[in-house]
């Protein structure tokens, strides 16, 4: 392997959330699903419920749906 070089395939997978009402509802959402194992980045837009999930492995989304959950939302 060449020094410098990142072996590793990032996958990105888009999701909506729903019933979010304000900042602290994305940060729910977001702390709950970046605790997932190999998920690098979450990020949540509250006006559109978007989430993007960036991960270093493929992330199953019954995993996603459940983590979006335990934060007390719903994917749609």
Do not use: K
Request: hydrophobic share 35%; glycine share 8%; aromatic share 2%.
């Amino acid at each position: 392997m060449t020094e410098g070089t990142n072996p590793t395939m990032n996958s990105t997978h888009h999701y909506t959330v729903t019933g979010m009402t304000c900042g602290h509802c994305v940060t729910s959402v977001t702390e709950e699903v970046q605790e997932i194992p190999g998920v690098e980045d979450a990020s949540v837009v509250l006006e559109t419920g978007a989430l993007t999930v960036t991960s270093t492995e493929p992330i199953d989304a019954a995993t996603v749906r459940a983590a979006v959950e335990e934060a007390g939302y719903a994917l749609a």
